[in-house]
């Protein structure tokens, strides 16, 4: 079912996600600094493209706080916005309610990225 579920995902919508990541992740990795945040970034965009299957388990330390914090000012906010909208638009009718809860579950990893792993259900 997941499989069925990642490919009509893809094509309503996911790829343009998808691609938004990945465009932050190459902002990210101009720098040498931004580098790490530049590969959580790519991590996600392999999640934002096939999200059905995959949960996401949040945790970390001060480290992740810290860098979630220069995130959201700098990255999240605009991320979260695209995926809370997009989610908004798909809960629409019934059919799209399924897809539309998988971009809220992504509009909350826009906002706290760092910490957070992916992993199979």
Known sequence: MSLLGNIVWFILGGFINGLSWLLIGC???????GIPIGVQCFK??????????????Y????????LNVL???LSGIPLALEHLMFGLALC??????????????????????????????
């Open 27 to 33: 902002l990210w990795c101009i720098t040498i600094v």
């Open 44 to 57: 996600i965009a392999g999640l934002t493209f096939f999200p059905f299957g995959k949960e996401v388990d």
């Open 59 to 66: 945790g970390g330390g001060l480290g992740s706080f810290i």
């Open 71 to 73: 995130w959201i000012v």
């Open 92 to 121: 629409i009718t019934i059919v799209g309610i399924p897809f539309g809860l998988q971009q809220f579950k992504l509009a909350k990893l826009a906002l706290m990225p760092f910490g957070a792993t992916i992993r199979r259900k």
